[in-house]
């Protein structure tokens, strides 16, 4: 994706702290790296009060004031003038709840979690639902006309 090879060229990690402060050296607000730790109380659309680590959802760019939301496909969030406030606000917003929740339904790990549901999110410990083993089946093809070299073999799942 060209937005995740943005990203990686315009991260700034903790390493580059030094760098961090020189970015930022304008800004009323300097960012912090413990705003990465820090944690938001979260209501999601079924009243549930989730909390969400802003460390999973932002990420640091070269741009002096101006973090990205990874959860948002790389939207850019101010925090030049509010400071973290900037950033919880952000998380609060409809727009990130309704990109969190289609990344949660898109990722579920119901192999992991029994009972779970997209919107409920699982509690850790429980247990995990068996599923059963695929069995291989392998079938031998004759090779495309255009492929005369190779032999095609293909592997075919079943349940």
Not at 17 to 35: A, T
Not at 58 to 85: D, E, H, L, M, W
Not at 113 to 129: C, R
Request: aromatic share 4%; net charge positive; glycine share 4%.
């Amino acid at each position: 994706m060209p937005g995740d090879i943005w990203l990686q060229i315009n991260k700034v990690d903790d390493s580059q702290e030094h760098r961090v402060r020189e970015l930022d050296k304008d800004c009323k607000e300097k960012f912090r790296w413990g705003w990465m730790e820090k944690t938001a109380t979260v209501k999601t659309s079924n009243g549930a009060e989730v909390q969400v680590k802003l460390g999973d959802c932002f990420r640091k760019i070269n741009t002096p004031g101006v973090v990205v939301c990874v959860t948002c496909s790389n939207q850019t969030v101010k925090y030049a003038n509010r400071g973290v406030s900037s950033l919880v606000d952000h998380v609060k917003s409809e727009k990130h709840k309704k990109n969190a929740a289609a990344t949660r339904q898109t990722h579920t790990m119901d192999t992991h979690f029994a009972n779970s549901k997209p919107d409920d999110p699982p509690t850790i410990g429980e247990a995990a639902s068996p599923r059963p083993t695929p069995s291989l089946v392998t079938q031998n093809l004759p090779a495309l006309m255009c492929d005369r070299i190779s032999t095609a073999e293909v592997k075919i799942i079943r349940p």
